[in-house]
C-alpha cells in the first residue's frame, strides 16, 4: 500500500512520535510506502509532500513540533478543495490518507470520507485536551508540565515580593491545562471557560490568603475564561484585523489578554502588587514528556494497523490505558470541557 500521513492545526509535542511510528512499522512490518504531506491540508491540496523513509525519521522521537509542518488550512474554504485533494491521491497511487490534528483537521477528515468517500482515517491531538472519543489526547501532558514548571518559578518570585501573579495559559475553550497545571502547582484561584468567574470573588479570595498571613497568590487562568455576565466589560474577540482581531480559516478568534485585564482588575481592586505572565506557545514547543512520547507512539502504531486493515473513518483512541479504534466522528461530535464536578474538586485549595 501507498498511505499519505499530514499534520493540521497547531503543532504539538509527540507529533514525530506519531509519524516516527506509522513509517517505522508501516515500512518495516508491513511493506508499505509512506508519504508525507506538507503543511497540513496544504500538502494534499497543492501536491506538496516528500516520501517518508526510516532514514529520513530517524532520531525525531524527541523533537517538538512537526517534520511535515502544519497549518490551519481548511480544503472546505475552497469549493474544489475534495476534488483536488481526490486527485492528488489519486496522481500518487495514495491507497489512503492518516490526519493527525485537532477538531478542525478531524472534521474535514470526517467529511473527506463521509462525503466524498475518501480513504481516510485520523489520529487525535492536542494539548488543549478537548477532543471528544478519546479519554486524553498526546500534548497535554507536555503541557501542563511546562505550566507546572512555570507556576512554580513564580511562586518563589511572587513570595519574595508580596505579588500576586496571575498566570495565563492556553486551552482555546476548555480548562483543562489550567486546571491540571493549577493543580499540580498549588494555585490559589483557577478560573476557566466552563466556570464564568466573578472578579469579586476572585478578589475574595485572594484577600482573604492575605488576612492569613499569605501575602502573594497565584492566579492560573485559562485564555479563554470569561467573566460572569454583567460583572466585569472584556473587550471581547472581533472578527476584524483592523479592530485587532483575527480568525483563522475555521473561523476561530485568536484568544488572549484575559491575564492583562486580571492583573488591572486585581491590582485596582485590592492595592496589591499585580503582574500577569502570558505563557503562549512555550507550552507546545519542545520535547514531549515520556507520556506523550509513548501515548503517541502507541496511536501511530495503532493508526497503522487500521491503514492497513481498511479502517477508514476511524481513528485510534486513548480509552482507560487501552488504545482501541473509534469513528472519526466521535472525535468532534462534541467538544470535551471540564466536569463541574472536577472543577468543584479543585476549588478546595482556593484562596
Ligand atoms: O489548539 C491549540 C492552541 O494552542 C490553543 O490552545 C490556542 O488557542 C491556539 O492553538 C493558538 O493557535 P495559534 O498557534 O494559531 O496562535
Known sequence: MRIGVLTGGGDCPGLNAVIRAIVRKGIDGYGHA?????????????????ELTIDSTRGILPRGGTILRSSRTNPFKRGDGPALIAA?????????????????????????????????LGVPKTIDNDLGGTDM?????????????????????????NRVMIVEVMG????????????AGGADVILIPEHPFDIEE????????????????IVVVAEGAVPQEGTLQTPGPSAEPAAGGVRDEFGHERLGGIGQLLER??????????RATVLGHIQRGGTPTAFDRVLATR????????????????MPALRGTRIELVPLGDAVAELRTVP????AAAEAFFG
Open 34 to 50: 509512506i508519504v508525507g504531506f506538507l503543511d497540513g491540508w496544504r500538502g494534499p491540496l497543492e501536491n506538496a509532500y516528500e
Open 88 to 120: 492528488n491521491m489519486r496522481t500518487l497511487n495514495l491507497d489512503g490518507l492518516i490526519a493527525i490534528g485537532g477538531e478542525d483537521t478531524l472534521g474535514c477528515a470526517v467529511r473527506l470520507h463521509a462525503e466524498h468517500d475518501l480513504a481516510v
Open 137 to 161: 489526547t498526546f500534548g497535554f501532558d507536555t503541557a501542563v508540565q511546562i505550566a507546572t514548571e512555570a507556576i512554580d518559578r513564580l511562586h518563589t518570585t511572587a513570595e519574595s515580593h
Open 172 to 183: 482555546r475553550h476548555a480548562g483543562w491545562i489550567a486546571l491540571h497545571s493549577g493543580l
Open 202 to 217: 476572585v478578589v475574595r479570595l485572594i484577600r482573604r490568603r492575605h488576612s492569613r498571613g499569605r501575602f502573594f497568590s
Open 265 to 274: 482588575e486585581i491590582g485596582q481592586r485590592t492595592g496589591f502588587d499585580t
Open 299 to 314: 496511536l501511530g502504531l495503532a493508526a497503522i494497523d487500521a491503514a492497513d486493515d481498511g479502517r477508514w473513518g476511524m
Open 340 to 343: 463541574a464536578e472536577e472543577y
